[in-house]
């Protein structure tokens, strides 16, 4: 009887580990090419649960407040709302994974002239 309920607790506990969030919080450092050269950009991401919430900041915008940010496992999913001047805002949609220090990432966006997207990776600040 003792083992039965051994066996159903470490199942039980095996089967909740997918829908634990990967370790995200904190500052992440990365890089993207521009036609300007190379901008440095620094995400701070803290999860909630299945929520993410943070920011992302840069030379070019300022801080930006992450919206619709999403975890689950290791994958996440996040938009930015860029002010891109009077009568202009462009909306950056990213999707990607933690894997210990590295946070790769797909971005995603439509500047106007058709929908672009980048990859980059963003290392985990020590």
Known sequence: MKFRMLAFGLLAML?????????????WNASVDTPQGALALVFELKADGDK???????????????????????????????????GGALTIA?????????????????AGQGESETELVAKRAK
Request: hydrophobic fraction near 40%.
């Open 52 to 86: 993410l919430s943070g920011t992302m900041s840069s030379d070019m915008t300022g801080a930006v407040p992450i919206s619709e940010g999403t975890i689950k496992g290791n994958e996440v999913t996040f938009k930015l709302n860029i002010d891109a001047g009077p």
């Open 15 to 27: 089967a909740a580990l997918p829908t634990l969030a990967a370790d995200i919080d904190g500052k």
């Open 94 to 110: 990213y999707r990607g994974a933690v894997k210990g220090d590295d946070l790769k990432l797909i971005s995603k966006f439509d």
